[in-house]
């Protein structure tokens, strides 16, 4: 099960979360519809490539990445976003499209965008099409550990 990993990182964490159930959505947009939480609350997970290395942006479902400002506040020389076939096998235990925005799990460095501090909490898919995690934002930064920037 997808979810599996995540949910016993967080258990072994001393995390409270919720887990939400919900059906089978694939874009952002259409997961902040189904569950009724505001595009702004919860966090999409891109999958970019600065310099030819796999790292995972964090921004709010409602917002793009705004690619030259993440390569200039990564200190990066080049960056695109990365394809599919790029990147679903290191994530072997999630659907393609709902990897958690917990990266460092996948030895995959996290960027999370500034604007996701404004609410206490956010939500996130859980490595699945059908499942929601959401936590406090401050418990998410302090296991994430990802580079805080303004990138959306």
Do not use: W
Not at 28 to 50: C, D, F, N, R, Y
Not at 51 to 59: E, I, Q, R, T
């Amino acid at each position: 099960m997808p979810v599996a990993k995540l949910k016993e990182f967080l258990d072994s964490n001393h995390v409270k979360y919720v887990s939400i159930a919900h059906s089978v959505a694939y874009t952002a947009q259409e997961i902040a519809s189904v569950t009724h939480i505001p595009g702004k609350e919860l966090a999409k997970a891109v999958m970019v490539k600065i310099d030819g290395n796999l790292v995972m942006a964090v921004l709010p479902a409602s917002r793009q990445v705004d690619l030259e400002r993440l390569k200039a506040q990564a200190g990066g020389k080049t960056i695109s976003l990365a394809g599919e076939k790029e990147f679903k096998d290191r994530f072997p235990d999630c659907e393609t499209g709902a990897m958690p925005p917990f990266g460092h799990l996948y030895d995959i460095p996290v960027y999370v965008d500034s604007s996701l501090a404004d609410d206490e909490d956010i939500a996130f898919n859980a490595g699945t099409h059908r499942e929601l995690i959401r936590l406090s934002y401050q418990d998410f930064v302090r296991l994430a550990k990802p580079v805080v920037a303004s990138f959306a």
